[in-house]
């Protein structure tokens, strides 16, 4: 596979708008969109830096798994996970590191936030980093 650059870095927060005016007003970046992932239980704010996104994430129900993450990380938000963008495609990559055994957690690409196409690979095989990968399917 290729990578070419972090597409984001995905924060999960115990509360959105606090987060968000953290992010504005300390950081001084601009939230250019939120929007609602019923699939993932989670409404997200994103913010561009650069190449990369900071996607912030807030859970709609305690069934979420941001709101398990939180749970047990004692109340407190904190780093969630890590997306790559992939030049070749999510499911080419997604076969790509099956075959070297890689666990995943998606078997086949999905829709996520901002439009993308996603799978996550399970932190069991990725060095403890939950760890997304990415396509834009509007820049092929
Ligand atoms: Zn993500």
Redesign the pocket.
């Known amino acids: 596979m290729k990578i070419s650059h972090i ?2 870095i ?1 924060i999960a927060v115990p509360n959105l708008e606090e987060a968000i005016k953290y992010y504005e007003t300390v950081l001084g970046l601009k939230c250019y969109k939120q929007e609602v992932v019923e699939d993932q239980k989670v409404t997200t704010a994103f913010f561009q830096v650069g190449d990369t996104k900071i ?1 912030l ?1 807030e859970a709609t129900c305690p069934e979420s798994t941001i709101a398990k993450f939180i749970e047990k990380n004692g109340g407190r938000g904190g780093m969630h ?1 890590m ?1 790559f963008a992939v030049e070749d495609g999510v499911a080419n990559a997604l076969e790509e590191v099956q075959e070297k055994g890689v666990k995943v957690i998606d078997k086949a690409p999905r829709g ?2 901002d439009g993308l196409q ?1 799978a996550f690979l399970h932190p069991k095989s990725t060095e403890a980093v939950l760890t ?1 990968l ?1 396509e834009d399917p509007r820049k092929k």
């Open positions: 597409e984001h995905g996607e994430l996970h997306a996520g936030a996603i997304e990415c």
